[in-house]
């Protein structure tokens, strides 16, 4: 149901997706109205998004997530799997050959995610090449990166670190962030808390 992006491609993976939207947004004390106004999208196309009825765009995936303090790899790994189903497997692989399912949006970088489905955190691989310091994102959950390769400025509340390869940095759901390189691109993993309903 996502034009032009991997993501919830049968009616089952598009009503899990909806659900976790509506989930998401419960959570943040939002209503449909107020999610609206959040993202500049209709108040019926997100009841339709909700319902699983919408076929959208990046764009409109990406202020969706943004406005649920979230990325759209996380809401994208929603659909892979519902709450309720059973336990995803305890074992899962991920070859660099799948890469083809890199959504190219996570907050403003290119992202394949590296487990799927309902986990209790969603390991990404990222690639940043933007030299601009981009947008600030604050969320309610924890998150964790490491760079492999290349230098990351990464601004924590307004506290700017350089990190390089093998650095780390962790940060608790709440803490304005964003980061961005100088030269040449940087390759990272970073580590999302997932969001529960």
């Known amino acids: ?20 939207v509506r989930e998401l947004r419960r959570a943040r004390g939002l209503t449909l109205v107020q999610l609206a106004e959040a993202t500049g999208l209709s108040h019926p196309f997100l009841s339709q998004v909700e319902r699983g009825l ?11 997530a943004v406005a649920l303090e979230t990325s ?14 059973a336990a995803p497997p305890p074992v899962e692989m991920h070859r ?15 992202a394949v995610p590296l487990a799927h489905g309902t986990r209790p955190f969603l390991p990404m691989a990222i690639v940043c ?5 981009g947008e600030v994102f604050t969320h309610a959950e924890d998150e964790w990166v490491t760079v492999l390769e290349g230098t990351l ?6 506290d700017v670190q350089v990190l390089g390869p093998g650095d780390a ?13 100088e030269d040449a691109p940087a390759r990272l993993i970073a580590v999302k808390q997932q969001s529960v309903g």
């Open 1 to 20: 149901m996502v034009h032009g992006v991997p993501g919830p491609e049968s009616a089952e993976a598009a009503l899990r997706f909806g659900a976790h």
């Open 54 to 64: 919408a076929n959208f765009s990046l764009p409109s995936l990406r202020r969706i």
């Open 72 to 85: 759209p790899v996380e809401l994208i790994a929603a659909s892979e799997a519902g709450h309720g189903d």
């Open 96 to 110: 660099v050959a799948a890469a083809d399912d890199a959504v190219s949006d996570f907050a403003q970088d290119r």
């Open 129 to 133: 090449d933007r030299t601009d310091r």
């Open 153 to 158: 400025h990464l601004e924590l509340d307004g």
């Open 169 to 181: 940095a962790y940060y608790a759901g709440g803490v304005a962030h964003r980061w961005w390189i």
